[in-house]
């Protein structure tokens, strides 16, 4: 018999006799049999850089074996790794952007002009308007040092209309409730037009001497160009950014479900309009750097970098839908494209087959991407 306590309710003992009584099993569940497709879905799914970087390791490997006398030569590691400077430091501001669920069509344009007024200031505008400053104030011995004090001004004053860009686009985005794609596209026409404008479409050249020489600088015997290596701080600080930092948590936060980002409590337009801002201000960057490479500002330098760069994201496995992407990632597809033009070009392959050759990259990326999300949802 049970026993009771005074005020009805059951003792401990009855307890204790009750789950001596009870079966002992743990519960378990059957494993469920994965197909192989779902498993490689699966693996993509943990590691979505591993099929770009094994794409990467067959071209150059396929580089070398093709014409391994001019793949290895100092001078054409050079040219890759030039092309990889450019469109991996706008790859890595289209990452930023692309993480949101958004994207920027006009880094392209915006590396330019950034590059021509840069160019005006130190080159067509500034040296008269402060040679006569100098001659007013009878401090015309001073002209020799003009280039010197313009140059870096003009550097500053790039970087800043780089990043005035970005920001205008993130305010359209954000205040307006415009799509990226709309906003960045008319940036991107309205830009273009105004380089024109700004130069009468054309080149600006006799770009003082000591700024070519920093472009064409390199070390390692000129296998690693001085701008490949502040691109490669570039990668270097912003992975850290990315990975490490409140903002890197935030930027895929506003990508995986930006509703419940600002139930969270994130100031995402805020955030958004820093995210364009700091890709404008890479494209002003990059701008810089092409303009130190080639000695010149063209406005005809930026032709399709902004596609390059979305293609180097996708590439490098980040997600077009936002929330899921590296800049290790984006480092990688860049040196795919990259390769993949070099080897092209070695072969003797067409131009137009060369834009064919990497669109269909592109394809095979996203598809691959689809792939991979498919593991969450199956």
């Not at 130069?199 to 001085?226: C, K, Q, Y």
Request: net charge neutral; glycine share 12%; charged share 10%.
């Amino acid at each position: 018999m049970s026993e009771v306590s005074h005020d009805g309710r059951r003792t401990p003992q009855e307890y204790e006799h009750a789950l001596s009584l009870a079966a002992a099993q743990v519960a378990t569940f059957e494993e469920e049999e994965l197909t192989a497709l779902q498993r490689i879905q699966r693996f993509l799914h943990v590691y979505p850089t591993t099929v770009p970087f094994v794409v990467l390791a067959l071209g150059l490997l396929l580089g070398v074996a093709v014409n391994p006398a001019r793949f290895t030569t100092a001078s054409n590691i050079s040219t890759v790794l030039t092309q990889v400077m450019v469109t991996g430091i706008l790859g890595i501001g289209q990452t930023l952007v692309i993480l949101t669920a958004g994207i920027d069509l006009s880094i392209g344009v915006v590396m330019v002009i950034s590059s021509v007024v840069m160019g005006r200031l130190a080159v067509v505008d500034g040296p008269d308007f402060l040679g006569g400053i100098l001659g007013a104030v009878h401090l015309g011995v001073l002209q020799p040092v003009i280039p010197y004090i313009l140059t870096p001004v003009g550097f500053l004053l790039g970087l800043a209309c780089g990043a005035f860009f970005g920001w205008l686009n993130g305010t359209l985005v954000t205040r307006l409730k415009m799509p990226p794609f709309i906003v960045t596209l008319g940036t991107l026409t309205a830009i273009t037009g105004g380089t024109d404008l700004l130069n009468n479409g054309t080149e600006i050249t006799n770009i003082p001497s000591f700024v070519g020489s920093l472009g064409s600088a390199s070390i390692f015997d000129g296998w690693l160009p001085i701008p490949v290596l502040v691109a490669l701080g570039v990668a270097v600080v912003f992975g850290l950014i990315l990975s490490r930092t409140r903002f890197g948590l935030r930027t895929y936060a506003i990508g995986s479900n930006e509703a419940g980002a600002r139930r969270a409590g994130i100031r995402v337009d805020r955030h958004l309009v820093m995210v364009y801002a700091i890709s404008g201000l890479l494209a002003g960057l990059a701008g810089l750097l092409v303009t130190a490479n080639f000695d010149s500002a063209s406005p005809n330098a930026g032709m399709n970098d902004e596609l390059y760069a979305i293609a180097s994201v996708v590439i490098g496995g980040a997600s077009i839908f936002g929330g899921r992407g590296t800049i290790f990632g984006t480092v990688i597809g860049t040196s795919i494209l990259a390769v993949l033009t070099t080897g092209l070009i070695l072969t003797n392959v067409a131009p137009f087959w060369q834009q064919v050759a990497i669109g269909v990259v592109v394809v095979a990326a996203v598809a691959i991407d689809r792939v991979r999300t498919r593991v969450g949802t199956d």
